[in-house]
């Protein structure tokens, strides 16, 4: 069993930060791509950063420049630095990973974490 844990999550005014980790735990063998989504009260899920096994990162417009996305593959845990945070940055986030459990077999799966909710707010 795979299993995704996103911690960091909070309250913080207008221009603060905050830093979200996601921690892989379980059968591992590879994590490949690993990404952060957030979803806000009546909207739909949305991409916002997304960090290949080798670093390559990519942000939807809105977070560039404000967020970083990054990971430790000897720890199995990604981060998303969240800097000068925005009202309409408030949202659950959800860390999503693609991982091949075993070595035995080259299947992939995609992972969710539980969510962590984050409040800008003054």
């Known amino acids: 069993q795979v299993q995704l844990v996103e911690s960091g999550g909070g309250l913080v005014q207008p221009g603060g930060s905050l830093r979200l980790t996601c921690a892989a735990s379980g059968s591992i063998f590879s994590i490949y791509t690993m990404a952060w989504y957030r979803q806000a009260p009546g909207k739909e899920r949305e991409l916002v950063a997304t960090?290949?096994?080798?670093?390559?990162?990519n942000y939807v417009d809105s977070v560039k420049g404000r967020f970083t996305i990054s990971r430790d593959n000897a720890k199995n845990t990604m981060y998303l630095q969240m800097n000068s945070l925005k009202p309409e940055d408030t949202a659950v986030y959800y860390c999503?990973?693609?991982?091949?459990?075993?070595?035995?077999?080259?299947?992939?799966?995609?992972?969710w974490g539980q969510g962590t909710q984050v409040t800008v707010s003054s």
């Open positions: 960090i290949t096994s080798s670093n390559n990162t």
């Open positions: 999503n990973a693609d991982i091949r459990p075993f070595r035995t077999t080259i299947r992939r799966f995609s992972y």
